[in-house]
Each structure stands twice: as structure tokens, then as C-alpha cells.
């Protein structure tokens, strides 16, 4: 069992910045692969960005250039930052584990950006 808890979100004007944690319950170094992803209002859950146990990346390509992925495995948690952020990032943001061939979610967090 995995719990991850998301931090971060918020409200801001476009072409802000902004940084997403998202904290494990375990050591991260054990998990295959960890995401970020978002779902906006009437949309599908949609893959933003994700991070594999050896480093490997994979962005969306509506973030590409914008946002990084990373993770610090001493501190059990994973990051997005969001530069030049656009009125369509606003979506409720969830990170997600794969660990042994299950799933896991966090509650979310809300980022809002305005025009």
C-alpha cells in the first residue's frame, strides 16, 4: 500500500509559476514509476508527466518545455514545477505510483490559472 499526499496548488495568473509536491509513505527509490496527472472539469484524467525508478521522463506534449518532473528520493517525494503556466493547465492535479503492478492515487490538488 502506497499513500501519497499532494501539495502545492493553488491560484495564478498566467505565465506564473508554480511547484506540486507529492509525498510517499515509502521509500519512492522502490516504486517503478511515478505521475503526475490532471483532470479538468468534463475531461478525462490525462497524463502530464512521468518519471521512471532510473530517471527516464515522458511529458505530455501541451507541457513540453514548461514543466519538469523530478524526484528526490532521499526526501520520499516527487516534483512538478509549472513555469509559463496557461489558463487550460487549470485541472485538479493527482500524482500517481506504480508499484507492483498496482496503482495508486492521491486526494489531488487544485491549480487554477487565471487570464
Known amino acids: 500500500q502506497v499513500q501519497l499526499v499532494e501539495s502545492g496548488g493553488g491560484l495564478v495568473q498566467a505565465g506564473g509559476s508554480l511547484r506540486l509536491s507529492c509525498a510517499a509513505s515509502?521509500?519512492?527509490?522502490?516504486?517503478?514509476?511515478m505521475g503526475w496527472y490532471r483532470q479538468a472539469p468534463g475531461n478525462v484524467r490525462e497524463l502530464v508527466a512521468r518519471?521512471?525508478?532510473?530517471?527516464?521522463?515522458k511529458y505530455a506534449d501541451s507541457v513540453k518545455g514548461r514543466f519538469t518532473i523530478s524526484r528526490d528520493n532521499a526526501k520520499n517525494t516527487m516534483y512538478l514545477q509549472m513555469n509559463s503556466l496557461k489558463p487550460e493547465d487549470t485541472a485538479v492535479y493527482y500524482c500517481?505510483?506504480?508499484?507492483?503492478?498496482?496503482?495508486?492515487w492521491g486526494q489531488g490538488t487544485q491549480v487554477t490559472v487565471s487570464s
Open positions: 500517481n505510483a506504480e508499484y507492483y503492478n498496482a496503482d495508486f
Open positions: 515509502i521509500s519512492i527509490f522502490s516504486i517503478n514509476a
Open positions: 518519471i521512471t525508478r532510473s530517471g527516464f521522463t
